[in-house]
């Protein structure tokens, strides 16, 4: 059997979901999508679009969650 380059492709179609956001949160996304539109010269005509980069974001940040997420993969248990 050949060794391809590629593996498996990962199943990467969106999942949608549904949250509810403390008020005082939904407020602080449209601030911040406000800001961020007069920061790059484009408006964010959708703040909750702001939610997935910043989730994405915030995990990516996450040293703690990194170091955890490394030894789950490796096969090391926490």
């Known amino acids: 059997m050949t060794k391809l380059?590629?593996?498996?492709?990962?199943?990467?179609?969106?999942?949608?979901?549904t949250v509810e956001l403390?008020?005082?949160?939904h407020r602080d996304l449209v601030a911040y999508?406000?800001?961020l539109?007069?920061?790059?010269g484009q408006a964010i005509a959708d703040p909750a679009?702001?939610?997935a980069p910043?989730?994405?974001?915030?995990?990516a940040t996450d040293r703690a969650f990194g170091r955890m997420?490394?030894?789950t993969?490796?096969?090391r248990s926490a």
Request: proline share 8%.
């Open 54 to 59: 910043m989730l994405a974001r915030f995990m």
């Open 22 to 25: 403390p008020g005082a949160v």
């Open 37 to 40: 539109g007069r920061e790059s």
């Open 33 to 35: 999508a406000d800001v």
């Open 49 to 51: 679009k702001l939610i």
């Open 69 to 71: 997420r490394s030894e």
């Open 73 to 75: 993969k490796s096969g």
């Open 5 to 17: 380059k590629l593996s498996a492709i990962p199943d990467d179609r969106p999942v949608k979901i």
